[in-house]
């Protein structure tokens, strides 16, 4: 995300501004705001969308690999 889209993103999400006290706080046309925020949260979205999907990913692959190792200990089980 471009720091133009950055800028009003974090004033109307973090900062609780309405977009055009965004836009006057940042010498942009409202129209301008509202469309740099609607591509600013797109791009936010799809961000926490790859990032959940890599955290699914990883899990699984951890889970993976502890079974892994659980299974291929070299030790009998008492129940063998």
């Known amino acids: ?20 006290e965004a836009a006057e706080a940042l010498g942009i046309n409202f129209n301008t705001a509202y469309s740099r925020l609607r591509v600013a949260r797109a791009a936010f979205e799809a961000a926490v969308a790859e990032h959940a999907k890599l955290d699914v990913r990883n899990a699984t692959e951890h889970s993976q690999d502890s ?3 659980g299974t291929n200990t070299g030790r009998r089980s008492r129940f063998s």
Do not use: P, S, Y
């Open 1 to 20: 995300m471009d720091d133009t889209k950055r800028a009003i993103f974090v004033l109307v999400e973090l900062e609780q501004m309405t977009v055009r």
């Open 67 to 69: 079974h892994e190792e």
